[in-house]
């Protein structure tokens, strides 16, 4: 990808392959959500879901699951996707992300030393302090659908996108 485009049309998504693998996986139990607030890496201090890089030979599934884990102590249950974004942004970098849901987890959170977990009330959910296409995508998954979206960044602002949810 050329690392000069700004402009999200003229983005080739039908071509267009991510330099990076990744997922973000939101527990949702009793009314509340697992976030954190991401200590190191992509969006360090920002406020997400647990995710991260898909390693060689892991599966999108088992990605979901190891990242909860090494991200908060809890091991998320029963998950599923809802969701594919794919992320370009300015300066070049791309990644290709997908999105789960769990209902139910075992264990408790902790903070680690890439994460501090925050459960919050799924009508609490601080979008401010999120990377901006979440609110536009979080309510989808909250309301148990599917979706698909592209996204182009520069730095932190969004310049563009399309959604799509089913």
């Not at 139990?29 to 201090?45: M, T």
């Not at 599966?59 to 991200?71: G, L, P, S």
């Not at 300066?91 to 849901?101: A, K």
């Not at 536009?136 to 309301?143: C, D, F, K, S, T």
């Amino acid at each position: 990808m050329d690392a000069t485009v700004t402009d999200f049309d003229s983005i080739d998504w039908e071509i267009w392959e991510a330099a990076d693998r990744a997922t973000l996986l939101f527990v949702v139990h009793n009314g509340e959500v697992l976030l954190i607030r991401k200590l190191r890496g992509l969006g360090a201090g920002k406020i997400n879901a647990p995710g991260g890089r898909i390693d060689p030979g892991e599966t999108a599934d088992q990605a979901a699951v190891r990242e909860v884990r090494e991200e908060t102590g809890i091991v998320p249950l029963d998950i599923r996707q809802h969701g594919e974004l794919r992320f370009q942004f300015v300066d070049g970098y791309s990644i290709h992300v997908w999105v789960y849901r769990a209902p139910s987890f075992d264990g408790i959170a902790v903070e680690t030393e890439e994460a501090i977990p925050l459960w919050t009330a799924v009508d609490d959910i601080p979008y401010d302090q999120m990377w901006a296409d979440d609110r536009i995508w979080l309510p989808l998954l909250l309301a148990g659908r599917r979706f698909s979206g592209r996204f182009l960044f520069d730095g932190d602002e969004m310049l563009g996108y399309t959604l799509s949810d089913e």
